[in-house]
């Protein structure tokens, strides 16, 4: 599994599908585990929500620079 391709996967469906993105917030390892269809131990599927937390953090804070540094 590829896990980097799994965790754009995630961060995609929790930007562009509300329901599953209140399921992640919820409860992100059943909501992770619904993904990606494999039984994972918990710490692997942690790694995955942690990456995925990760990664929207930084898109958002990405979105905000960009608004800040785009103007003139």
Do not use: C, W
Not at 50 to 69: M, P, R, T
Request: hydrophobic share 40%; proline share 3%.
């Amino acid at each position: 599994m590829d896990i980097k391709a799994k965790i754009e996967e995630l961060v995609s469906k929790v930007k562009n599908d509300k329901d599953f993105a209140e399921k992640f917030r919820k409860e992100p390892v059943k909501a992770v585990e619904g993904i990606i269809g494999i039984d994972l131990p918990d710490d692997q599927i942690n790694k995955i929500v942690d990456g995925v937390k990760a990664k929207i953090s930084l898109d958002s804070i990405g979105g905000k620079l960009g608004g800040i540094f785009g103007k003139k």
